[in-house]
């Protein structure tokens, strides 16, 4: 068998999700987690007793709360006390490598039937100390420089737009269109639109990026349910469910500055790549995509990572409102990190939940015509990624 | 250790193992260099392009660098100053093998580049900068990182004067 041939695992449905509000919540991270696994057990079907495998996707609770081991306290507020747990963090892909973790828990046989909550308790830190605890992933040398993930952003943005001559408005635009489909998005932090002009002129925050161009700091959680292909049916009975056809994750380098071309991110194009493989499906085939806009600059490099876009091009498609809700391919209709909210643990398993609603029909009114769907969830400034495809069960 | 598992080891012991002082944490301005001539700054425990141990430094402290980009960030971390210039640099790679005494040019691997803070916001992309020595670039502790996990002075690079 080569590596990522997954012919002799079991084929993996997802038959139930939830999510919280987003946004700034009175609630810790053990109420957040139990809210999101509770309503997630319901809408699966379900009984706690039945959950094999429990995992929860968090970056980093000890440092912003000093509380640690959630993934057994979610078992015992859950009910799911025998059920195997384990905290899966990759940073601000610690959701998209819960999700990963949660495939390979059924498709190997391990269990029949694994749930996954991803979480995080931030907004109780000040914008300074939430930064800080996310800095922390840098190494030393970058560390004592006081570079921050904004920072990395804006020292990217900056060198694309030299090198492609785009316009600095194109990057606005992604921020106002993921504004727009916030809108239609009741879990979303933000729901309100905001206007080029808007963005343009808020304040710079890392130059050439302002406000507009940066998620928020959130607190929520959200929550999917997996079991083998073969027992879906079961759970769901004559109602849709996804199944995982594709699933992969990279790294790239840690030290952000050793990257060959900064405009690239290795780790999105090869997660792309076998995550493509393994669904033995093309760019061209993907209905509607979430993407991380963590900063609007990701939304480019993700586009021409993944294969949406040529390399230096992703700004013209944006500009010809291919990625808006009616385009071509719709890009972030949850709203994307950027209106729906970052926290960090869940924001890749809030990402799965968007494309697993648009597949399986209940994304409510932000429905676009979807089979094929495709999530992108990046840790660091790009540093490991995980990307994810699910089809419409048959 | 076993003279056998040495050999399975390819002959190193745990001396060669344990990581020299300032090689993986970046303390100064030293590029790694492998056997294959692939260099990093900071260093790593093996090279990322090869596998192979990275036996050689090459100091970079007074080499001239060209501006890839930069940013000037205004929402900082706790302990670090405000407006916070920053750039990724790359290094005159040659000029920084013609002084050295373990590498003649062109056999070194590159880009090198770094991360570092800058004088002055007023630069541009392409621009010549050089570093210049700052005992602190951000206050120890203030931070989440434990103080002594790391070193906290180092090189911010300011224009070269024509």
Redesign the interface.
Known sequence: MRPGDCSRMREVAIIGASMTQFGQRDAWIRELLAEAGDACLDDAGVESGDVDHLYVSNMASG?FEGMTGVPNALAHDLGCLGAYTQRVDQTSSSGGAGLYAAWQSVASGASDATMLVGGEKMTHRT???A???I??LT??????????L??FA???A??YL?RFDAPRESLAKVAVKNHENGTRNPHAQFQKEVDLETVMNS???????RLYDFCPITDGSAALMLVPVEDAREYVGDDAYAVVSGVAGATD?H????RED?TVMAGVVESGKRAFDMAELDPGDVDVAELHDMFTILEFLQMEGLGFAEHGMAWERVEAGETKMDGALPINTSGGLKSKGHPLGASGVAQAVEIYEQVVGEAGSRQVDADVALACNVGGFGNCVITTILEAGQ | MTEESLRADGGRSHDDRRVREGHLSGDDLTAYVCPNGHATFPGHQRCPECGEHQMESLDLSETEATVVTWTTSTATPPGVREPNHLAIVEFDLEAALEGSDTFTPGTVDGPIRTLAQLTTGDVESGDRVEPTYVDELREPGAGIREPDSQSWDGYRFQPVED
């Not at chain 1, 190494?139 to 921050?148: D, I, L, R």
């Open positions: 440092e914008t300074a100390e930064t800080d605890v800095a922390s190494h030393p040398a970058e560390y004592k420089h006081g570079v921050t904004p920072s804006g020292l990217t900056r060198h030299e304040p710079i925050v890392a130059d050439p990026l380098t030290v952000v500055h050793e900064p």
